[in-house]
């Protein structure tokens, strides 16, 4: 008899598991196509998510490398401003991507797809960053 009502409020807990993991689904990836505005403390940057959502196609660099984050010794700031293209895309793997750069990128999208957040590392600093569309 106890055999039975272990089994049983199993079988109810599983149910009720597998219910609310799907209630927190993700948005479909297409909801995040488009293009991309990245800022932080450290500077700013544009990355182009492909018309199926599952990758970057493109990123636009603008930061500037000062001499607390470089590994040179800089007597003053130099300003980055590059363009990356991937053929055919940089992945996008669940929610996540990263990019080794230089700057090293990594970011997550939001579950509705609506924004991103995630740090990005110019030199030897490391800065957090949040995106939207």
Same mark, same amino acid.
């Given at each position: 008899?106890?055999?039975?009502? @272990?089994?049983?409020?199993?079988?109810?807990?599983?149910?009720?598991?597998?219910?609310?993991?799907?209630?927190?689904?993700?948005?479909?990836?297409?909801?995040?196509? !488009? @293009?991309?505005?990245?800022?932080?403390?450290? !500077?700013?940057?544009?990355?182009?998510?492909?018309?199926? !959502?599952? &990758?970057?196609? !493109?990123?636009?660099?603008? *930061?500037?490398?000062?001499?607390?984050?470089?590994?040179?010794?800089?007597?003053?700031?130099?300003?980055?401003?590059?363009?990356?293209?991937?053929?055919? *895309?940089?992945?996008?793997? &669940?929610?996540?991507?990263?990019?080794? %750069?230089?700057?090293?990128?990594?970011?997550?999208?939001?579950?509705?797809?609506?924004?991103?957040? %995630?740090?990005?590392?110019? &030199?030897?600093?490391?800065?957090?960053?949040?995106?939207?569309?």
């Amino acid at each position: 008899m106890n055999n039975k009502k @272990t089994l049983v409020w199993f079988v109810i807990f599983t149910f009720f598991v597998m219910l609310l993991s799907s209630c927190g689904s993700s948005a479909p990836p297409e909801t995040r196509a !488009g @293009t991309w505005k990245a800022k932080s403390d450290r !500077g700013e940057f544009t990355f182009m998510v492909n018309s199926s !959502g599952t &990758g970057i196609s !493109g990123i636009a660099v603008d *930061y500037e490398l000062t001499p607390e984050c470089s590994s040179a010794m800089l007597s003053g700031s130099v300003r980055f401003l590059e363009n990356f293209s991937f053929s055919p *895309y940089w992945p996008i793997e &669940g929610n996540k991507f990263s990019f080794e %750069g230089p700057p090293k990128i990594e970011g997550k999208f939001s579950r509705d797809g609506t924004s991103a957040s %995630g740090t990005w590392e110019t &030199g030897t600093c490391v800065s957090k960053w949040e995106a939207t569309k």
